[in-house]
């Protein structure tokens, strides 16, 4: 999606009323790669009410996300006082966490930001697995919330 096909979709679940959050699942296209991140959150932040899910590619994303936010609504601990944006990491696996997962998490925690791990794993895509985990759904998720959470 480009800024302005973001900037639709946000304007659009703005205005749903049975939709309570937006989540920044879309990358940016057209912009630099290493920026998508931070123009998908601008694209959100900017056209929304309802509490924002951002995924940042990269540990100095969350910095850069939560300053834009900390700038609409008044400064940082306007923003740590009442979270309107939460971080959303995706580790590898389950049981494997990579070096830019751990250091979201040990950020988030530092700033007092909420932060949602999930790790989703794929029907066979991540590892092997026997064949009964296709009837329990949700048998293999691993979901946490950053224990430094108020």
């Known amino acids: 999606m480009g800024y302005t096909e973001i900037e639709m979709m946000t304007k659009l679940i703005d205005y749903l009323p049975n939709v309570n959050w937006v989540l920044s699942g879309a990358n940016c296209y057209g912009r630099a790669l ?3 991140d931070r123009f998908c959150a601008e694209a959100i932040l900017k056209n929304t009410s ?3 899910i951002f995924c940042p590619e ?4 969350v ?13 940082h601990d ?3 006082a009442k979270p309107y944006v939460v971080c959303l990491d995706e580790p590898i696996s389950s049981l494997l966490h990579g070096p830019e997962s751990i250091g979201r998490i040990f ?10 791990v999930i790790a989703v794993l794929g029907i066979g895509r991540c590892q092997p697995g026997p064949r ?14 950053s224990p430094s959470q108020r």
């Open 107 to 116: 950020l988030c925690a530092d700033m007092g930001l909420p932060i949602i």
């Open 58 to 61: 990269r540990i100095e994303s």
């Open 50 to 52: 309802k509490p924002v």
């Open 132 to 145: 009964c985990r296709f009837f329990i759904p949700g048998s293999l998720y691993y979901t946490g919330i």
């Open 78 to 80: 306007a923003v740590l």
């Open 34 to 36: 290493e920026f998508q």
């Open 63 to 75: 910095t850069d996300i939560v300053d834009m936010a900390a700038a609409m609504v008044g400064g």
